[in-house]
């Protein structure tokens, strides 16, 4: 000891008298000086004549240490340091005291308990305490060093590989990545070691780590995570649909009143893909010269009961989800493919609505029935624009149909409906190959289109008519800018910009009101109920006048409606989500292309962010923008930065 320093002691500790200022109650004195020496500054001089090795040999071996244990457990005494010295060592030297304090002081000595100089046996249960306790920590080490491993690795890991307390924190990183910033409370040591590697705890950050472990697929949009999409049909699901597929011929309430349609001429259109078909339209020549256009709905209402199972899955889902990769059916595929849609050739369940139209082009009598009809042809878009442009007399039914329906859109747009007909792109990724798909509009697009609007148009009219509530959309009516100032705008895109900023969001309610843009008093979605679960409310309203059933009230319906409605939009922002993320990636892969674009109108002016329009991708985009640029004027687009896994894309247009 060189000093004392008020509860403390300043030594000179070991066999290089390194100086160290220790608390006086952690010091344990094991062995007098003798006679009159005078303290040396270190070990290994007189009269601590000894070294490391020395100790090492006096220090004693497992088996003296097993039989001294044996020993003290029998007398259940506590002893000093040197009788336990002398019965561990058969000596009470200072080295054999030194030996067996150090031999008591080490981390891992689980026989002996140490306590105000004293020794005493631990009973063996607390010696298997103790070893177990050790194991657990030495275990948690261990894992931590791997899971810390892995963190610093950044490179793929098996989920199943990693110790199940890592696994509950791989999950719990992808629920707050799936559900937002402080939607989850972390585990602290979890917390604790991402801090250790400088890893941010924002959304962000987490899921850029996750798809570095592999433990998130970097093209999946984050909003799907946690939602009923991201785990498919459940096998009893999926067995409810197989038994509905197996009995779909029988008897079903309703089929008796079917009107037998099947030898009607009417056809589908759909893109070439689409498989599950849940429209076709036709047309009835009728003695008296007019013709009467026939739409044909779905009917999967037939088999789906009103709160069984499925019908709970698709109002949680509340419409089909599409993907750059694919679509996710709001019924299983094999429903929605099979007895569900209007396959060709075959007899299928149908809700037909039936119109008549005056010289105007506005309503002169409907009805709507249940009925069975048999699709004859199979039609993709291109197929009907050549039967349209060329009528051959033997398929004239199109060209007619066209026409009609042509008159119908202009009585819409005399009352202030809106045609805003652009091609319109997507990022399609197929097998890992990124394409943009460009759907131009064609004479039977408008064709179908309309025929979909007028069928909405006509279910709305019969809601009105009796007093029924329905989903009912509408649009407020907008403020449009001038007509000479638009006239001064180009046509196509520019001008309708302008216009699309003035016009406010689509509403839906209970009872029928003005839909702006369509140019309608009334209107509700009635033509894909394979594919909205708004649809199918409104046949099943519908069906419940028919058969003289009560249908639901406005209080109902608006509960029914709020039950899937946020669905619905969680639908929307999930699909925007993955189509901006592929978007990013398509950008990635061509980011040292330009591309000529057309400047809409500024979106931020102070940030210099304006909207562009890619005419090669059809799609438009926010950039930034030179200052002073005017609606119309023609820029070039070039990719400043993209990132995709952390969403970020900078574009920036330029003059030429």
């Not at 009516?477 to 520019?494: R, W």
């Amino acid at each position: 000891m060189l000093a004392v320093q008020g509860s403390k002691r300043r030594l000179s500790v070991g066999f290089r008298a390194k100086e160290q200022v220790v608390p006086a109650r952690l010091i344990d004195c094991i062995h007098p000086l003798p006679g009159d020496v005078e303290p040396s500054a270190r070990l290994g001089v007189f009269p601590w004549t000894f070294d490391n090795s020395d100790l090492e040999q006096a220090s004693p071996n497992s088996r003296d240490w097993g039989e001294t244990w044996v020993l003290l457990l029998e007398s259940d005494e506590a002893i000093d340091l040197a009788s336990f010295a002398e019965l561990a060592c058969g000596a009470d030297e200072a080295i054999n005291k030194a030996a067996c304090w150090l031999a008591l002081h080490a981390d891992d000595q689980d026989f002996f308990r140490w306590k105000q100089g004293l020794v005493q046996a631990r009973p063996a249960a607390e010696i298997r305490s103790r070893r177990a306790e050790r194991r657990a920590h030495l275990r948690s080490e261990q894992r931590s060093k791997h899971w810390i491993h892995v963190l610093k690795a950044r490179q793929p890991v098996h989920f199943q590989t990693l110790d199940p307390l890592h696994q509950r924190w791989i999950t719990s990183l992808q629920q707050l990545v799936a559900d937002g910033e402080g939607a989850l409370q972390l585990d602290p040591q979890l917390l604790q070691s991402l801090k250790s590697l400088r890893v941010d705890v924002n959304t962000k950050e987490l899921r850029n780590l996750l798809i570095q472990l592999g433990q998130w697929d970097e093209h999946q949009p984050a909003a799907m995570s946690g939602t009923t999409w991201s785990s498919g049909f459940s096998g009893e699901l999926l067995l409810e649909a197989r038994q509905l597929i197996d009995n779909h011929q029988s008897l079903f309430p309703g089929d008796e009143g079917r009107v037998d349609l099947t030898a009607q001429a009417c056809v589908t259109i759909d893109d070439a893909e689409t498989s599950d078909i849940d429209d076709a339209i036709a047309l009835e020549r009728r003695p008296d010269g007019s013709a009467r256009l026939w739409i044909h709905i779905a009917d999967p209402g037939r088999l789906i009961l009103e709160g069984s199972p499925l019908d709970l899955e698709a109002r949680r889902r509340g419409s089909s989800l599409y993907l750059s990769r694919g679509n996710l059916p709001m019924f299983p595929t094999d429903l929605s493919s099979g007895p569900f849609s209007l396959r060709t050739g075959c007899r299928n369940a149908s809700w037909s609505t039936w119109v008549d139209l005056n010289e105007h082009g506005e309503i002169a009598d409907f009805g709507i029935l249940r009925s069975w009809v048999t699709p004859r042809y199979r039609l993709t878009y291109d197929d009907a624009d050549e039967l349209i442009d060329f009528a051959p007399p033997e398929e004239a039914d199109l060209a007619q149909l066209h026409q009609l329906l042509q008159c119908r859109r202009r009585w819409r747009v005399d009352r202030g409906a809106l045609l805003m007909d652009l091609p319109e792109g997507r990022i399609r990724c197929r097998e890992g190959e990124l394409s943009v798909q460009i759907t131009e509009p064609s004479a039977s697009r408008m064709m179908v289109a309309e025929a979909m609007i007028l069928a909405g148009a006509v279910a709305a009219q019969f809601g009105a008519n009796h007093g029924l509530a329905l989903p009912y959309r509408s649009q407020l009516p907008a403020d449009l800018p001038p007509a000479a100032e638009l006239e001064k705008l180009p046509d196509g895109a520019v001008r309708f910009a302008a216009i699309k900023r003035c016009l406010s969001r689509g509403l839906m309610g209970t009872q029928p009101s003005g839909h702006f843009s369509l140019g309608l008093n009334a209107y509700a979605q009635a033509t894909s109920p394979i594919r909205r679960y708004g649809d199918l409310v409104v046949q099943r309203q519908i069906a419940a006048v028919i058969d003289g059933a009560s249908p639901l009230s406005e209080e109902s319906m608006q509960e029914l409606l709020d039950s899937f409605d946020g669905s619905v939009r969680e639908g929307l922002a999930i699909a925007r989500e993955d189509q901006r993320h592929w978007q990013q990636v398509w950008f990635e892969q061509h980011q040292h292309e330009h591309w000529p674009v057309d400047f809409l109108r500024w979106l931020r002016p102070q940030d210099r962010l304006g909207l562009v329009r890619v005419d090669d991708l059809a799609m438009d985009f926010a950039a930034e923008c030179p200052d002073g640029s005017l609606p119309g004027d023609t820029l070039m687009l070039r990719v400043v930065q993209v990132d995709s896994r952390s969403d970020q894309l900078r574009l920036q247009a330029f003059r030429d």
